[in-house]
């Protein structure tokens, strides 16, 4: 099973998600919980994988207000 490391910051309203190693699995949401499914769909795009068939590891990195 493949994994991949997300890395998720907070940038004005959104979060800019980036996966790690992954040239264009750049995505955002507004929300961090939405972060895995929107990555998800993404990287089974850019890889062919099933989207069921990795696993993601999700990095946020808070901003100067923290999390929110």
């Known amino acids: 099973m ?3 490391t997300v890395v998720a910051y907070r940038d004005d309203q959104r979060w ?4 790690v190693g ?3 699995a750049v995505s955002q949401a507004v929300f961090l ?3 895995e499914a929107t990555l998800r769909a ?9 989207a069921e068939s990795f696993a993601i ?5 808070p901003g100067p207000g923290g999390f929110d």
């Open 22 to 24: 992954v040239p264009g």
């Open 16 to 19: 800019t998600l980036r996966a």
């Open 2 to 4: 493949n994994r991949y």
């Open 42 to 50: 993404l990287l089974a795009r850019l890889t062919g994988e099933d």
């Open 33 to 35: 919980d939405d972060a």
């Open 57 to 61: 590891d999700l990095a946020p990195i």
